[in-house]
């Protein structure tokens, strides 16, 4: 039975209906611990409540569990969305949330609409008539595949607007990257030729795009064209070499993704790999994941997170175990890619093969990132030892300050976990009670603001600065009756060669860490960040003060009415010396509005 207080508990199971649905799990708190679907919620929650669910994550789960809640959906297809949906909410610590949030390079080519199109890098694929292609795994793979195609497609690289104030062709034509449309060097029937050629590289279908082209070589050079019999003979040469380093599966398969896994005890990793018109094109890497649940799940999970974003779902998804739910995931994928999916475990032929290929790159992922974890934690021990740290620095927060002589002041605060940047939980700050210029008072104000409630404190403390800031962070603590934390501050001194010194409390001299390269490389980039956050946030707030106007602080005027009113009257000075009447010539400006304006810039009363 459920341990605690679990009275109500057993009542919400006990009339659970036996439909489809998703079921969450928190603690006392109110915090959720894990969300599940069920084909049949009354069994489920049953199998928990009589702990004859055998999966070795339940002990766990059922030692914090204090409240259970249910939502009945329709079919397991919408159960399946509504947990993806409340995981990405929640993000509960039992469950498998894909943690990679950012959005991969697209290749956009918007044909047929224009007459001229461009590629263009993109991370939002958007239903707008466009063709794409990838995404790309990296933004390395995604601009050497662009600066492939302008080599051997030399289609324009300009803005629309450029194009159509060009008269002359620019440098990229000049070295053969662009075909020069705006000059009118190109026709419009060549251009569109060599549109539809790099649509059919992009799109796998090389093999014919290399009959076409060396058909239309030959056809030129008998026309005695040899220039662009020469063009068309790189091209192809081009195209050869780059097929040629691309690896053959199976004429076979068409585009399909296999799913690869290695496991070892709570730790698993897996990958990805992507192959199109039979050949294997790329590899991810996902993040690793350290959960107690069945690998099965793990997977299933990923999958519907993986392509929840704007990646496109191939014809075929190879997973490395059979799964109950591969029809659910099947009718879901089908929906989201509006043509049919198959989810397959091969257990022999060319399938197989992909699949064990794939599970060794998981297996190389896996002995990568736990060599780089035992290296990073090496490193942390080295630099607790070495400056003689109370604490191995697993966490560690550096602050810096930024202003224009004592304007626009700002405070930043980043924060790297286990020597990586966790940019969750980095802050920054206006400053709100220094408006000289002092660096020390600034820097005392974040860190009050930050450790007066002694919130989750860190390992090490680190302050952009010398022996001042230092002593600023030390006073700070002990006003504050906070021990047990590092500090230290970190200044580049030295005129002709400037090198990074490292100040630490109680010692007079500072540390010097050229021959410790490691420690002082983390140290540098956790500076350097800090550096960066900062000052990123102090432009953007000069920025907004800077094209601040007097007429973002009238009530009722919004963005685009102040746009229409300095677009009609040019100036502010204009519309203060206008009438309310030609005010409300502007479109949107009415009767009402006119006559705030006019006395908000006039400095009278507003009307009621």
Not at 161 to 179: D, V
Request: aromatic share 8%; proline share 5%; net charge positive.
């Amino acid at each position: 039975m459920i341990e605690g207080n679990h009275k109500d508990t057993v009542e919400i199971v006990q009339k659970a209906p036996s439909r489809p649905g998703v079921y969450i799990m928190k603690d006392d708190k109110g915090v959720v611990l894990y969300v599940g679907k069920a084909k049949n919620l009354k069994s489920r929650l049953k199998a928990y409540l009589h702990r004859t669910d055998r999966r070795f994550t339940v002990p766990f789960l059922m030692a914090r569990l204090t409240q259970v809640e249910y939502i009945v959906t329709e079919t397991e297809k919408e159960a399946l969305i509504l947990e993806n949906n409340l995981i990405k909410k929640h993000r509960p610590r039992y469950n498998v949330y894909f943690r990679d949030d950012k959005n991969y390079f697209s290749l956009r080519l918007n044909w047929p609409k224009e007459q001229f199109p461009r590629f263009q890098l993109v991370r939002q694929i958007k239903n707008d008539g466009a063709r794409y292609f990838g995404p790309y795994p990296s933004s390395n793979a995604a601009k050497e595949t662009l600066e492939f195609l302008q080599s051997i497609f030399p289609l324009r690289t300009c803005s629309d607007r450029q194009l159509k104030g060009h008269t002359r062709p620019c440098l990229e034509y000049q070295i053969k990257r662009c075909a020069a449309p705006c000059a009118g060097l190109i026709s419009e029937e060549a251009y569109t030729q060599m549109v539809k050629d790099s649509i059919a590289f992009l799109e796998g279908r090389a093999k014919k795009l290399l009959k076409e082209l060396n058909l239309r070589m030959r056809e030129e050079a008998e026309k005695l064209n040899f220039e662009e019999a020469a063009r068309l003979r790189d091209r192809i040469e081009a195209i050869k070499r780059t097929i040629e380093k691309q690896r053959i599966v199976s004429p076979k398969f068409g585009d399909l993704d296999v799913f690869g896994v290695y496991r070892e005890n709570d730790q698993t990793s897996l990958c990805v790999l992507m192959v199109r018109k039979g050949k294997l094109l790329e590899k991810r890497s996902l993040p690793l994941i350290t959960l107690p649940i069945p690998t099965e799940e793990i997977i299933s999970s990923l999958i519907c997170q993986y392509y929840a974003k704007d990646v496109p779902v191939p014809e075929t998804v190879l997973v490395p175990l059979p799964m109950e739910e591969i029809s659910v995931l099947e009718e879901y994928l089908t929906e989201k890619a509006n043509h049919l999916i198959k989810i397959r475990y091969p257990k022999s032929g060319y399938g197989r093969d992909l699949l064990s290929l794939a599970n060794s790159n998981a297996e190389q992922n896996f002995r990568e990132v736990r060599e780089k974890r035992e290296e990073d934690e090496l490193i942390l021990r080295q630099m607790k030892d070495f400056l003689g740290l109370k604490n191995v620095p697993r966490r560690i927060e550096c602050f810096d300050v930024s202003h224009l002589g004592g304007r626009y002041a700002v405070g930043a605060m980043v924060v790297f976990q286990d020597g990586k940047p966790r940019k969750e939980d980095y802050r920054h700050f206006r400053i709100r009670t220094v408006e000289t210029v002092d660096d020390y008072a600034m820097l005392r104000e974040i860190l009050t603001r930050r450790y007066s409630k002694r919130e989750s404190l860190p390992d090490l403390v680190v302050m952009d600065g010398g022996k001042g800031q230092l002593g600023v962070a030390e006073a700070l603590f002990r006003d504050l009756g906070i021990g047990g934390v590092d500090l230290l501050g970190m200044a580049k001194e030295g005129r002709a060669e400037p090198e990074d010194h490292v100040y630490l409390p109680k010692r007079k001299e500072a540390v010097l860490l050229s021959r410790r390269p490691k420690l002082l490389y983390l140290l540098q980039q956790v500076r350097d960040e800090a550096h960066r956050f900062a000052l990123s946030y102090h432009h953007k707030v000069k920025t907004k003060r800077d094209f601040h106007s007097v007429l973002d602080e009238i009530p009722g005027l919004g963005e685009r009415k102040k746009r229409a009113l300095l677009k009609h009257f040019s100036s502010l000075a204009q519309i203060k010396q206008v009438s309310p009447e030609e005010l409300q010539q502007v479109k949107g400006i009415g009767p009402k509005l006119s006559v705030k304006i006019k006395a908000y810039l006039s400095k009278e009363p507003l009307p009621s």
